[in-house]
């Protein structure tokens, strides 16, 4: 089974509208920390948000805010007043324990955002 | 954040021969990570690299495909060797600059085999 899910191969959203990004995932761990990378054409990865398992408060960074659920096992990254440069692959990322004190990040298929104007 | 520098940015290459990708970071880091993005396709960890010890690979990859260098807390080499063009793809090379999990990327090698 996948450990991370994200079933919006694409989307689309009005300049300067809010748009979610869905991811869900899988883990029996029950401390865990859940991430939000950006990619742009260019290739490089951003990081964007981070919420931990144990957080009671969902996190927000500037436009970029985490709906943490954790009982539906869902991370949904929301982005407020989408801007052009906002197109981008978005990658949700879940670190797990892998054993002898080291953790593994796995990462979501993506989902590629395209702002119109 | 931690500045992650790699070269090369990009390179064209001929099946059969080897290309060696370096990271450098502005500052010692424990742990730095290995991932290949193929085309259109997430990213998947190849090994991760610890100063001073063996590379550790993912289930796939192999040492003599993916031999990898760490001779510091701040350089790592990837070096993919005896490259089809199945090994097309953007290599990126990352860190856990807080030990936090929070992984910062380098801004990847993009690979093409002909």
């Known amino acids: 089974a996948q450990k991370i899910t994200q079933t919006q191969p694409g989307m689309f959203v009005q300049e300067k509208e809010a748009v979610t990004l869905d991811c869900t995932y899988d883990?029996?761990?029950?401390?865990?920390?859940l991430f939000w990378y950006k990619q742009p054409s260019s290739g490089e990865m951003i990081f964007l948000i981070y919420?931990?398992?144990?957080?009671?408060q969902n996190a927000t960074e500037g436009r970029y805010s985490l709906n943490f659920q954790k009982a539906r096992k869902s991370a949904n990254l929301v982005i407020s007043a989408s801007q052009l440069g906002d197109s981008a692959m978005y990658f949700c990322a879940m670190r797990e324990k892998a054993g002898a004190g080291s953790y593994q990040l796995t990462f979501g298929k993506g989902t590629k955002l395209s702002v119109i104007p | 954040s931690a500045v992650i520098s790699q070269k090369p940015s990009r390179d064209i290459c001929q099946r059969g021969t080897s290309l060696t990708i370096q990271c450098q970071v502005d500052?010692?880091?424990?742990?730095m990570f290995w991932y290949r993005q193929q085309p259109g396709q997430s990213l998947t960890l190849i090994a991760t690299?610890?100063?001073?010890?063996?590379?550790?690979?993912e289930s796939g990859f192999v040492i003599d495909k993916f031999p990898i260098s760490r001779p510091n807390l701040t350089f790592s080499t990837l070096t993919v060797s005896n490259m089809s063009p199945e090994d097309s793809s953007i290599y990126l090379c990352?860190?856990?600059?807080?030990?936090?999990?929070?992984?910062?990327f380098g801004e990847g090698s993009r690979l093409t085999v002909l």
């Open positions: 690299a610890n100063q001073g010890s063996e590379a550790t690979y």
């Open positions: 883990t029996s761990d029950q401390s865990y920390g």
């Open positions: 990352s860190v856990d600059y807080r030990d936090t999990g929070e992984l910062f």
């Open positions: 919420q931990g398992s144990y957080d009671e």
């Open positions: 500052s010692q880091v424990t742990m």
